[in-house]
C-alpha cells in the first residue's frame, strides 16, 4: 500500500508563488513515477508534472517556464514550486504515484489552489 498526502495549497494573488508538498508512504519501493494533476471546475484532470524514478521530468505546456518539480527523495516527497501564478492555475491539485503492481496507481486527496486578486 501506498499512501499520499498534500500539503501547502491555498490563496494567492496573480504573479505569486506557492509550493505543492506530496509526502508518500508505505510501500514507495513500488512508486515508479510520481507527478501532480490538476482539476478546475468543469473541465477534465489533466497532468501538469511529473517525475519518473530515473529523474525523466515532463510539464504540461500551460506550466512550462513557471512550474518546477523536484523531488526529496530522502523525505520521501515530491514537490512542485509554481511561480508566476495565473487566474487558469486555479484547481484542485492531486499527487499521483505510478505504480509497479496493481492498483498501479494512487492519488492523493486532493489540494485546492486559487488564484486570485
Known amino acids: 500500500q501506498v499512501q499520499l498526502v498534500e500539503s501547502g495549497g491555498g490563496l494567492v494573488q496573480p504573479g505569486g508563488s506557492l509550493r505543492l508538498s506530496c509526502a508518500a508512504s508505505g510501500s514507495i519501493f513500488r512508486i515508479n513515477a510520481m507527478g501532480w494533476y490538476r482539476q478546475a471546475p468543469g473541465r477534465q484532470r489533466e497532468l501538469v508534472a511529473a517525475?519518473?524514478?530515473?529523474?525523466?521530468?515532463n510539464y504540461a505546456d500551460s506550466v512550462k517556464g513557471r512550474f518546477t518539480i523536484s523531488r526529496d527523495n530522502a523525505k520521501n516527497m515530491v514537490l512542485l514550486q509554481m511561480n508566476s501564478l495565473k487566474a487558469e492555475d486555479r484547481a484542485v491539485y492531486y499527487c499521483?504515484?505510478?505504480?509497479?503492481?496493481?492498483?498501479?496507481?494512487?492519488w492523493g486527496q486532493g489540494i485546492q489552489v486559487t488564484v486570485s486578486s
Open positions: 499521483h504515484a505510478r505504480l509497479s503492481v496493481a492498483p498501479y496507481e494512487k
Open positions: 517525475i519518473t524514478r530515473d529523474g525523466f521530468i
